[in-house]
């Protein structure tokens, strides 16, 4: 018997990008180490304090990131790369004036810091000069605390006494805290709803019936206060009156029930539970590349190619990853395709539901990216990439915060089973997929950037959502806004819209907005005979072009009978037709459906549609900003003073494309929403780019030739490509899983407590006092 071969190893092979510097590419820790050396020089007049020695009323440096350069510097770069320079280099600083108090922007470059090196406000990008302070993130996780620790000391006797917990900065605490958004309506204060939960795995599943509205306006501690509390729908004006009702009895107490009980709350827990199904004992199936990967990534720069596509990655604290300078077939395609925002807006019959509506931009979807888990988040095969992020108190690497693999999708993209010479065949469904993971407090976005690329020019853009529901402390004045999950927990009604921008650049940058409708006509004809009628129902194909961004704010047409595309009235193809790429919606194309709510006023005008098209400027870089979370009524980027009535014409624009579900939970929510329910995408795919379907390329195909005789044999070509080739797989990696790696504001590596490493990633959402 032969030897079986071993298989090549799963790496892949290396890229050679023309361009061998990415312009989007983060700083190096080295970079921001040196960034944050010169702005704490005297010189500067910055008078900064390290966020780790801070207080609220100091100056501190919040974020350190890339500031990506003009598109046309990039472009011209990337296009004549022997030739041309690259971009100068800028970075983007984030200062907390905490003795004005105001937040502010800088530019700062070129770099790396030289004699040249110059820092200025950052104003353009944004439709506010200054930031108010009460917009701002916090520094460190701490701060977020010293709120929570100088208002609950009050309610300790009254928390152990309604729900047998305790809440007092002790490693046994049974009790913690979280908040809703948003903090502030235009920047002239901040408050905040705080439930507190049971401290145990999946809190966000045991909230109690017990609400706090604090205002901590200022940077001074001792201004701040309790304005409201609420409990079993009762409203106190302040925590004296509340105690007094306590201690007089006059309050009424909500029933106990058996949730009550502090025993087992093991149901949010994702230990495995029931019995063990047939042959699940075995490991499930596995992809194996037998001839060794067939993508090129160059890890130098984060560029990739895959059958005849290639791209640029970057990453932001923001948002994470964002694709650049994707093409396909030697033409470029998409300029940028990044994630702008996503919101969560909830309903409720409590203080703390009805009042939260999260961007979570101001968390920091790039910052909340953890290291992925092999074999589980990706498949075995998947090739893994860094990400570094820059924080008040230094930065974090993320060796595993992107994946790309290739699959066989389980079906042909095309075939057909015919009779005749060269009809009867299928191209093998290969696609490639880019992948990462924000896990933001209580919800995993667990393909958030899921960048799905096929044979064919498609791309599919797709967001799943897992994790623990925001839950509510369920009794019967709740029904209508959820449904009850357990005894005393239910899963309130909100909606998710996520924002994302796709600058097309189909042939060129000069585009246009093309509108496509079907609709149903009657129509007579010379042939139709009498025994139908003389009439024949049918539909038609109306086109029209949307001359202006006044006619560019869009939502899918009923029954999707129609849909929009970016095309090139200058560039056709053999039969006439524009050039360009359309715009079809996938699984729950959905807008956000309260439109009105002062929380969410002018401050996610985007996601009221499907889609937006406007004219691409370089002071329009996002639909949103971290700020804008906290100030609906005054929002730092306000969407739609981006549509002013410009031309659409031919011009270089810019699709805001929407996904998102409206969840309406369910007992199979817990302990964890599901990926294959909660999904959302939306597909770009190629409208007359090409004169036929470029995947007839693809060898990875078969033809089949029919005999002539019934008991004949099927000849076939499969273009020499060795489908039966096999080979021994290297044994998968054993499991293992690390923290990120963590470096100080000096570059120093250094080791965080596991708390103060949750307490960032969970930030709002979970909140430990601390005495």
């Not at 590419?25 to 390290?50: C, F, K, M």
């Not at 002239?188 to 439930?195: I, K, T």
């Not at 009980?261 to 827990?269: C, E, I, L, M, Q």
């Not at 053999?574 to 790429?581: E, H």
Request: aromatic share 12%; charged share 20%; hydrophobic share 35%.
């Amino acid at each position: 018997m032969a030897s079986v071969q071993q298989c090549p190893a799963p790496f892949p092979p290396s890229a050679s990008p023309a361009a061998t510097v990415n312009p989007w590419a983060s700083l190096t820790i080295a970079e921001t180490v040196s960034i944050q050396h010169w702005l704490e020089a005297p010189e500067r007049g910055l008078n900064l304090t390290r966020a780790v020695d801070s207080s609220l009323p100091d100056n501190v440096i919040f974020m350190i990131e890339t500031y990506y350069p003009p598109k046309e510097d990039a472009i011209a770069y990337l296009d004549n790369p022997g030739t041309v320079e690259p971009p100068t280099k800028y970075a983007r600083v984030t200062i907390h004036h905490g003795d004005v108090p105001i937040v502010r922007d800088y530019l700062v470059g070129p770099l790396p810091v030289g004699q040249s090196t110059t820092m200025e406000r950052l104003t353009d990008i944004y439709h506010v000069d200054d930031i108010p302070y009460h917009a701002a993130g916090y520094a460190s996780g701490n701060e977020m605390a010293t709120v929570i620790s100088k208002i609950t000391p009050a309610y300790e006797d009254a928390l152990l006494d309604l729900f047998g917990g305790v809440a007092k900065g002790l490693p046994n605490d049974t009790l913690i805290a979280g908040a809703s958004a948003p903090f502030s309506f235009d920047g002239s204060f901040r408050r905040m709803w705080v439930n507190f939960k049971r401290n145990v795995a999946g809190p966000f599943l045991h909230p109690l019936g017990f609400f706090l509205y604090i205002d901590y306006s200022g940077t001074d501690p001792s201004l701040w206060s309790v304005l409201k509390v609420v409990y079993n729908h009762q409203v106190f004006d302040s925590t004296e009156d509340f105690l007094n009702a306590l201690n007089n009895g006059t309050l009424e107490r909500i029933p106990h029930r058996p949730d009550d009980d502090n025993t087992d709350f093991s149901w949010t827990s994702r230990r495995k539970v029931g019995v063990t199904r047939d042959l699940d004992h075995l490991p499930g199936p596995r992809s194996v590349s037998f001839a060794g990967l067939r993508f090129r990534v160059d890890q130098a720069t984060q560029y990739v190619t895959w059958m005849g596509w290639s791209m640029h990655l970057g990453f932001t604290r923001d948002m994470g990853l964002n694709l650049w300078n994707i093409g396909f077939k030697g033409e470029r395609i998409i300029y940028e395709l990044s994630p702008q925002e996503a919101i969560a807006q909830y309903g409720g019959n409590d203080p703390f539901q009805t009042t939260t509506a999260w961007l979570d931009r101001f968390f920091g979807m790039g910052s909340s990216v953890r290291d992925m888990l092999p074999g589980y988040d990706c498949p075995h095969e998947a090739v893994y990439l860094p990400a570094t992020t820059y924080g008040a108190t230094g930065s974090v690497t993320r060796k595993r915060a992107i994946c790309i693999f290739e699959q066989d999708s389980g079906k042909p993209l095309t075939r057909h089973a015919g009779w005749m010479n060269g009809e009867f065949g299928a191209v093998k469904g290969y696609i490639l997929t880019v992948r990462s993971i924000s896990t933001v407090g209580n919800y995993d976005y667990c393909e958030f950037f899921d960048y799905t690329f096929h044979l064919d020019g498609t791309m599919e853009v797709r967001i799943s959502a897992s994790g623990y529901l925001q839950g509510g402390y369920w009794e019967p004045r709740q029904e209508g806004y959820g449904a009850r999950i357990r005894d005393t927990t239910m899963g309130n009604l909100h909606d998710h819209v996520i924002n994302f921008k796709v600058d097309f650049d189909i042939a060129g940058q000069k585009n246009s907005l093309l509108e496509t409708t079907t609709a149903q006509e009657e129509v007579e004809q010379p042939w139709f005979d009498d025994d139908w009628g003389k009439t024949v129902m049918q539909q038609k194909i109306t086109k029209r072009f949307i001359d202006t961004e006044d006619g560019a704010l869009l939502k899918w047409p009923a029954n999707f009978q129609g849909g929009y595309s970016v095309v090139n009235k200058d560039a056709t193809n053999s039969w006439g037709y524009p050039r360009g790429y359309a715009v079809h919606p996938g699984m729950s194309s959905v807008h956000n459906t309260v439109v009105g709510s002062k929380r969410l006023l002018n401050n996610a005008n985007w996601a009221r549609y499907n889609m937006a098209v406007s004219k691409r400027k370089e002071t329009e870089p996002s639909s949103s900003s971290m700020w804008n979370m906290n100030l609906p009524g005054l929002p730092v980027v306000d969407f739609h003073k981006f549509f002013d009535g410009e031309s659409l014409d031919q011009e270089d624009v810019v699709a805001w494309i929407n996904v998102g579900m409206h969840h309406l939970p369910q007992a199979e929510d817990s302990p964890n929403t599901k990926t294959n329910v909660a999904t959302s995408s939306f597909i770009l795919t190629p409208l007359n780019f090409f004169d036929s379907d470029p995947s007839m390329e693809s060898a990875n195909a078969i033809l089949l030739s029919v005999p002539t005789d019934a008991k004949g044999v099927f000849e076939f070509d499969d273009y020499g490509v060795q489908q039966h080739l096999t080979c021994m797989p290297s044994a998968p990696q054993p499991f293992e899983y690390t923290f990120a790696t963590q470096h100080t504001v000096d570059g120093e590596e250094t080791v965080l407590s596991v708390e103060d490493m949750r307490k960032g990633m969970e930030s709002y959402h979970r909140i430990k006092v601390e005495l």
